[in-house]
């Protein structure tokens, strides 16, 4: 019962969000439109509820030039493909805005655990532990506003499955406020180097899955 009210007010949320937020979404494509050149938005494919694929949706961040299908965190250098307005975009997580309409169309929800990358097997397979890949993606999670960049991949996991445990209405308003908190003090963002294993021991315990 809950999953069909939480369905609702998705559709309802991501409706009037795309109402009210329009004109800032005309002013970020025309700041990526006259920084450089190429599509506005950018689509990746994800794993969805039950493991299907869908396109995310996000404003375009990155050069035209940027390797393809390849995450941020795999990037030797990603500061060199990253705009002046995307590193913005990045910081602020208003990349994300457009993820609304992947929302709107039931492809995620506002709260879920964050929609891995078709090729991040690693993270799918420890999903599928806790059940984490069966309930439907979101823009944000209990795993975004305790960690997000900086976590472990089976930390993140773990923080996907317990989120799953809890799932209810409690459990996503303390995520949605959290996750307002978490993009004014931009936690956990971290560019480059995320997901690898470094011999160095500090950093291993530093590893850090893809947004």
């Known amino acids: 019962m809950y ?10 949320l991501s409706l009037i969000g795309m109402i009210l937020l329009s004109p800032i979404f005309l002013i970020l494509i025309i700041a990526i439109k006259a920084e450089s050149k190429g599509p506005v938005l950018f689509k990746q494919k994800r794993v969805g509820i039950h493991k299907v694929y869908f396109h995310i949706l996000k404003f375009r961040t990155m050069r035209i030039d940027t390797p393809k299908d390849t995450p941020t965190h795999m990037l030797d250098n990603p500061d060199q493909y990253i705009t002046k307005v995307g590193k913005f975009l990045r910081k602020t997580s208003l990349d994300e805005l457009p993820q609304i309409w992947n929302i709107f169309v039931g492809h995620m929800s506002i709260i879920g655990p964050r929609p891995a990358l078709w090729n991040q097997y690693d993270l799918i397979a420890e999903r599928d532990k806790y059940g984490a890949n069966d309930v439907p993606p979101g823009l944000t999670g209990w795993a975004q506003i305790n960690g997000r960049d900086e976590l472990l991949i089976d930390v993140k996991a773990q923080l ?28 956990g963002v971290v560019e480059g180097g995320t997901g690898a294993r470094p011999n160095n021991e500090a950093h291993r315990q530093k590893e850090r899955a893809s947004e």
């Open 3 to 12: 999953m069909k009210c939480k369905r609702l007010v998705d559709i309802v």
């Open 160 to 187: 996907d499955g317990e989120y799953v445990g809890k799932i209810g209405i409690k459990m996503d308003v303390k995520c949605f406020f959290g996750t307002i908190v978490s993009v004014f003090k931009s936690d």
